[in-house]
């Protein structure tokens, strides 16, 4: 079965310090997708990335850098001098596709405070 | 574009009530799905369709049943609400069956 393990239930830190967000993932599939989603106290959920499997490049958008390495089974992200805004709860999510849908496992989510 | 659209955006329930709970899309996606979302435990697959008029089971259905007689819409219903389907619910659609899922803003139910 497909898992996704978020094993940081809450992050907080300062305000300019770098934070890493770690996502493990397990599937016996040779082909799949992660995801980031972010959703910000208000609720909504907010889509960062996707990430093939056959795709191993690090990912870089502005602040945020992504760090895919299958022989861990991770998908690590990074904020870079973190910011209030980047307050949120952070999910990593693995598709599994199941009679011609998708199907998102979800980790159980990080929740990040940015303290100024 | 509105995007993903779900009502009510809170509702309070009794057990034993019935509700409908409203997701239209305007982008033409053939995708749709809804998740659940309890504390400590991400987001959980209830129901997903491929199509108009196609629909089927994900991980947690029970107490739930959902129809798509248009692409545009993909309605959930409780049957019998239960405390324990307190809840956040999230509809979602994609365009292919590998993109990204874009969300609504979500349902918080409540069933006293």
């Known amino acids: 079965a497909q898992k996704v393990t978020q094993a940081q239930t809450e992050i907080s830190v300062v305000e300019k310090e770098d934070v890493t967000l770690d996502c493990v993932y397990e599937?016996?599939?040779?082909?799949?997708?992660l995801f980031w989603y972010k959703q910000p106290p208000s609720g909504e959920l907010v889509f960062l990335i996707r990430?093939?499997?056959?795709?191993?490049q690090n990912e870089i958008s502005g602040r945020y850098s992504w760090n895919f390495q299958k022989s861990t089974s991770s998908f690590n992200f990074t904020i870079t001098a973190s910011q209030v805004v980047d307050s949120a709860v952070y999910f990593c999510a693995l598709s599994d596709l199941i009679q011609g849908a998708q199907k998102l496992v979800f980790g159980q989510g990080t929740r990040l405070t940015i303290n100024p | 574009n509105a995007g993903v659209t779900q009502t009510p955006k809170f509702q309070v329930l009794k057990t034993g009530q019935s509700m409908t709970l409203q997701c239209a899309q305007d982008m033409n996606h053939e995708y749709m799905s809804w998740y659940r979302q309890d504390p400590g435990m991400g987001l959980r697959l209830i129901h997903y369709s491929v199509g108009a008029g196609i629909t089927d089971q994900g991980e947690v259905p029970n107490g739930y049943n959902v129809s798509r007689s248009t692409t545009e819409d993909f309605p959930l219903r409780l049957l019998s609400a239960a405390p324990s389907q307190t809840s956040v619910y999230f509809c979602?659609?994609?365009?292919?069956?590998?993109?990204?899922?874009?969300f609504g803003e979500g349902s918080r139910l409540t069933v006293l």
């Open positions: 990430r093939n499997s056959f795709d191993e």
């Open positions: 979602a659609s994609s365009y292919s069956i590998t993109g990204e899922l874009f």
């Open positions: 599937t016996r599939d040779t082909t799949y997708y």
